[in-house]
């Protein structure tokens, strides 16, 4: 089976143990990863650059270790070798989300428009299953297309769970407050998490803003376009004010 290697960097020199129980997924140790790896050849790579912690990593290895969904990017193992903390996923062949839709290459072609209703589907189904399929909701709080990946059917399947909280069973109808700061990345982040307050209607807030990269090709945010196209989510708003939203967006 081929493997993906994802690299987290915290600052810090990474704990040979951070509390994880032994039993809970395998523990490959660095030499297994290079050779696994190709000594970490970047085709092999998520991503090398995270500044994600040690308690994030853990809260990643814990949940994903207990959840199992077809759209959810399975974990295999990970490894503690400081100053490295890996997690080992499969290989998803065919990338990020965010690379099909924005990616350098110009002869490559658009995502046909059955695919990109399928990675909704998927992406929704995902979440559903985190919010209401295990006993105690799982809010991810970093959906974005960076962290949908497609695999060698086109099939989306969300990953980078180290953000995400569990609340109470019936969560819905509930507000986790938070200490400390919003977690998330610009141009996806709900209003409610400036404030400290988190729901599964977050993350319904994130997918939105996917479902408006996914409809018009544009990125949350995009500092190389006019400023009043910059942000996503104002431009879609503004597009509802001055007339019909689906011919504003769509530049496919």
């Known amino acids: 089976m081929e493997v993906v290697s994802k690299l987290f960097r915290s600052g810090k020199r990474a704990k040979q143990s951070l509390g994880l ?82 990616g350098t290459d110009s002869d490559s072609d658009p995502l046909p428009w059955k695919q990109r209703l399928q990675i909704c589907i998927g992406v929704a189904r995902g979440l559903h299953y985190l919010h209401a399929g295990v006993k105690h909701c799982i809010i991810h709080r970093n959906v974005k297309s960076s962290n949908i990946l497609l695999d060698e059917k086109g099939e989306a399947k969300l990953t980078d769970l180290g953000w995400s909280k569990m609340g109470p069973p019936s969560l819905s ?13 610009l141009g996806y982040l709900p209003p409610e998490a400036m404030l400290g307050e988190l729901s599964d209607k977050s993350d319904i807030y994130y997918f939105g803003v996917v479902l408006l990269e996914i409809l018009s090709g544009r990125k949350a945010l995009d500092s190389n376009v006019e400023e009043q196209r910059r942000n996503l989510v104002e431009w879609a708003l503004k597009c509802v004010r001055e007339g019909p939203l689906i011919r504003s967006l769509i530049r496919i």
Do not use: W
């Not at 970490?40 to 990643?60: A, I, P, T, W, Y």
């Not at 990970?78 to 890996?86: A, R, T, V």
């Not at 507000?175 to 977690?183: D, G, P, T, Y």
């Open 21 to 102: 129980p032994e039993y809970i997924c395998r523990r490959f140790s660095l030499a297994e990863i290079k050779i696994a790896t190709n000594d970490f050849d970047e085709h092999l790579r998520l991503n090398s650059k995270s500044s994600v912690g040690s308690d994030q990593f853990s809260n990643e290895v814990l949940l994903l270790c207990q959840l199992s969904h077809p759209n959810l990017v399975p974990l295999i193992g990970y490894c503690i070798d400081e100053p490295e903390m890996i997690l080992v996923h499969e290989f998803m062949l065919n990338g990020s989300l965010y690379e099909n839709l924005h």
């Open 173 to 185: 109808k509930a507000l986790i407050r938070m200490e400390s700061r919003a977690a998330g990345t």
